[in-house]
């Protein structure tokens, strides 16, 4: 989940625009943890970013060792997000080339942060180098296809809506070039006009600020957890659900909600007047259509839109922590016939080869335990290494699928195989829906 804000900077960027004068093109993307990852070339370098409503600026913040990006004419910023951290030091660097699928834009300013807590890679399980949003987001007509991963990025001046009996098209309010919504909301059996922050970035369903004044209250049934990590740090809170949103025709019930500790969100009440923010969990069951210039969204059901809201059921969070050297054994096997005698006498030669070979695979962690969770209740702790799920060696998983088994069915058995220190032991569990 990521939260962020810019302080005592200065806009000036140049515009994206569609090589050859094309009026659309499409740009597949990779759906992690429900979120949408896009390849893109900075400087001429090759480098994978989260796509993310929830931004208004262009923010590199994690290179592997051997990338190497020249930027242009930096200088000392500080970028200020949700968190219990200070302002984090960083640079603004101006006139920079990038070029996403078949766009391009030769003067872009970019925040590079150096400081920056959140290791999205680690997160999501593959390389994420940094974020872009508004500044790609308001030159273009963007759609998201979800079950297909593509991307359709349309010439705004040459887009005409489609006629769509089932989409819903909404009204977007923009704010420090950060698009909202307005959407009824049932918490506690009081139904609220709130307004949300539409958050492509955040992987949750909704992030709901509490204000006793407005009657947006913690619901009584709710437990305490880490609701993740924002540019200022680790945010913790409450995990519970609401009764229902409405997004115009569209109702959705009994859905998931984190309501983060007042502490964290402290610092955006001067500029912020949101009452929470709209994430990938709802956005995934539709094909979402963003005009930034028409401040349209449209919203068409998928496959995805009958899926129920669940939560971890398990009580562990699992990260990439690097990688681990696996011995490849492959066998080859050949078969020769010496000669018509050797047929004859049943003769046949075998010569086989063994070929021994080292690769790297990724390793997983666990970074937070949840109390009283099934998972600590077993005896698992922070910093316990997954060797394997449900027997079958962890590396074979992609940490996105480690989340859907760890979040799919009630009762489900878990047994994991894990490695603290220099011990090995299996330990079992059975998922268990919290809420």
């Given at each position: 989940m990521i939260f962020l804000t810019l302080s005592g900077v200065a806009r000036s960027q140049g515009n994206f625009?569609?090589?050859?004068?094309?009026?659309?093109?499409?740009?597949?993307?990779?759906?992690?943890?429900?979120?949408?990852?896009?390849?893109?070339?900075?400087?001429?370098?090759?480098l994978n970013f989260l796509l993310d409503t929830g931004v208004d600026s262009t923010i590199l913040f994690s290179l592997d060792k051997e990338d190497s990006v020249e930027v242009q004419n930096a200088t000392v910023i500080y970028l200020r997000g949700m968190g219990d951290e200070e302002p984090i030091r960083a640079l603004k660097s101006t006139g920079n080339s990038i070029k996403v699928g078949e766009a391009?834009?030769?003067?872009?300013?970019?925040?590079?942060?150096?400081?920056?807590?959140?290791?999205?890679s680690n997160r999501l399980g593959i390389v994420v180098n940094g974020i872009i949003g508004y500044d790609f987001f308001k030159d273009f007509v963007l759609e998201f296809n979800y079950p297909r991963k593509r991307l359709t990025v349309y010439n705004k001046d040459r887009y005409s809506p489609k006629r769509c009996r089932r989409c819903e098209e909404m009204p977007l309010i923009f704010s420090k070039n950060k698009p909202y919504v307005n959407a009824l909301t049932t918490i506690n059996g009081n139904t609220l006009?709130?307004?949300?922050?539409?958050?492509?970035?955040?992987?949750?369903?909704?992030?709901?600020?509490?204000?006793?004044?407005?009657?947006?209250?913690?619901?009584?049934?709710?437990?305490?957890?880490?609701?993740?990590?924002?540019?200022g740090g680790s945010v913790y809170g409450a995990r519970s659900r609401v009764d229902k949103i409405e997004l115009?025709?569209?109702?959705?019930?009994?859905?998931?909600?984190?309501?983060?500790?007042?502490?964290?969100?402290?610092?955006?009440?001067?500029?912020?007047?949101r009452n929470g923010s709209i994430g990938a969990k709802i956005l995934k069951r539709f094909n979402v259509v963003f005009d930034y210039s028409r401040k349209t969204v449209s919203l068409k059901p998928n496959?995805?839109?009958?899926?129920?809201?669940?939560?971890?059921?398990?009580?562990?969070?699992?990260a990439h922590d690097g990688y681990t050297i696996i011995k490849d054994i492959a066998s080859h096997y050949g078969t020769g016939l010496r000669s018509k005698e050797d047929l004859k006498q049943g003769n046949?030669?075998?010569?086989?080869?063994?070929?021994?070979?080292?690769?790297?695979?990724?390793?997983?962690?666990?970074?937070?335990?949840?109390?009283?969770?099934?998972?600590?209740l077993a005896g698992l702790r922070k910093g316990d290494v997954l060797l394997e799920i449900n027997k079958r060696p962890s590396y074979n998983?992609?940490?996105s699928e480690i989340h859907q088994i760890l979040s799919s069915k009630e009762g489900k058995k878990i047994r994991l195989k894990i490695q603290r220190g220099l011990l090995e032991t299996t330990i079992s569990f059975r998922l268990k829906r919290r809420l």
């Open positions: 625009k569609i090589e050859g004068d094309k009026s659309k093109f499409d740009l597949p993307f990779q759906l992690v943890s429900d979120l949408v990852i896009i390849p893109l070339e900075l400087n001429g370098v090759e391009y834009s030769k003067d872009l300013s970019i925040y590079i942060s150096f400081d920056y807590t959140m290791n999205l006009p709130l307004n949300f922050l539409i958050d492509s970035g955040s992987g949750d369903a909704l992030w709901i600020f509490r204000d006793e004044k407005a009657s947006i209250t913690l619901p009584e049934k709710h437990f305490d957890d880490f609701l993740g990590f924002g540019m115009g025709k569209f109702k959705f019930e009994n859905v998931t909600a984190s309501f983060p500790d007042t502490t964290y969100i402290s610092g955006l009440k001067s500029y912020d007047k496959k995805n839109y009958g899926d129920s809201f669940e939560y971890d059921m398990s009580g562990i969070i699992v046949v030669i075998y010569n086989s080869t063994v070929e021994v070979k080292f690769k790297l695979e990724p390793q997983y962690k666990i970074v937070e335990v949840r109390p009283n969770s099934p998972a600590e998983y992609k940490l």
